[in-house]
Antibody
Framework: EVQLVESGGGLVQPGKSLRLSCRAS????????MHWVRQAPGKGLEWVSG????????GYADTVQGRFTISRDNAKNFLYLQMNSLRPEDTALYYC?????????WGQGILVTVS | DIQMTQSPSSLSASVGDSVTITCRAS??????LAWYQHTPGKVPKLLIY???TLQSVVPSRFRGSSSGTHFTLTISNLQPDDVGTYYC?????????FGQGTKLEIK
C-alpha cells in the first residue's frame, strides 16, 4: 500500500524558514516524480513544486519561485520542501503527492501557519 | 505561463442527473490533463489522466474528453458520494497549474 506521510509543519513567523519532509513507502520511490500541492484556507488546490525521479527536472509555481526548494533522497525514500522567507499567504495545508500522469497518491497533508 | 480556466465555479444537481465541467487551457497542452475530486475531510482523488483515461477503481460514470485546448469532465448518473470540488490540472510542463475548482452539490 502506498503511504505518504508529511512532517515538519507548524507555526512560524513571517520571514522565517521551515522544512517539510515526506516519507514514502509501499512503492518504488525512485521510479516516480513527486510533488508538493497546497490548499490555503477556503481556497482551491495550488501546485507548489515538482521533481522528477532523478531530480533532473524541477519546477516551481511563480508564487514560490526563489523562496522554496524541492529535493529528494531516493536512498531514504524522502521528499523535502525547504521554505524560506515565508509569508502569511503561504499559510496552507501542504500535501505531498506522487505521480507522473496525474497525482495518483496523496499524503494526509501537514499544516503550515505563517503568522 | 499557461492558464487553466474552469467552469462553472459551482453547480447543483439531483441524484441520477448528468453534469459537465469544463476546463480550458490558454495554450496547447496536448492531452496532459488530469481531473480530481476533493471531498471535505479527504485527500484529493485522481479520477482521470491523459484527458480521458480513467484511473483504476474509478467508476465508468466519470468520463473525460478533449478537443484542442478544451477539456470536459462528465459525470453520469450522479450519486450522493459525488459531492465535492472537482479540479482539472495540466501536467505537460511546470507549472502544473490547477483550475479554480467546481463545487458540486447534490440537491
Amino acid at each position: 500500500e502506498v503511504q505518504l506521510v508529511e512532517s515538519g509543519g507548524g507555526l512560524v513567523q513571517p520571514g522565517k524558514s521551515l522544512r517539510l519532509s515526506c516519507r514514502a513507502s509501499g512503492f518504488q520511490f525512485d521510479n516516480y516524480a513527486m510533488h508538493w500541492v497546497r490548499q490555503a484556507p477556503g481556497k482551491g488546490l495550488e501546485w507548489v513544486s515538482g521533481i522528477r525521479w532523478n531530480s533532473a527536472t524541477i519546477g516551481y509555481a511563480d508564487t514560490v519561485q526563489g523562496r522554496f526548494t524541492i529535493s529528494r533522497d531516493n536512498a531514504k525514500n524522502f521528499l523535502y520542501l525547504q521554505m524560506n522567507s515565508l509569508r502569511p499567504e503561504d499559510t496552507a495545508l501542504y500535501y505531498c503527492a506522487k505521480g507522473t500522469r496525474g497525482l495518483d497518491s496523496w499524503g494526509q497533508g501537514i499544516l503550515v501557519t505563517v503568522s | 505561463d499557461i492558464q487553466m480556466t474552469q467552469s462553472p465555479s459551482s453547480l447543483s444537481a439531483s441524484v441520477g442527473d448528468s453534469v459537465t465541467i469544463t476546463c480550458r487551457a490558454s495554450q496547447g497542452i496536448e492531452k496532459y490533463l488530469a481531473w480530481y475530486q476533493h471531498t471535505p475531510g479527504k485527500v484529493p482523488k485522481l479520477l482521470i489522466y491523459a484527458a480521458s483515461t480513467l484511473q483504476s477503481v474509478v467508476p465508468s460514470r466519470f468520463r473525460g474528453s478533449s478537443s484542442g485546448t478544451h477539456f470536459t469532465l462528465t459525470i453520469s448518473n450522479l450519486q450522493p458520494d459525488d459531492v465535492g470540488t472537482y479540479y482539472c490540472q495540466k501536467y505537460d510542463s511546470a507549472p502544473h497549474t490547477f483550475g479554480q475548482g467546481t463545487k458540486l452539490e447534490i440537491k
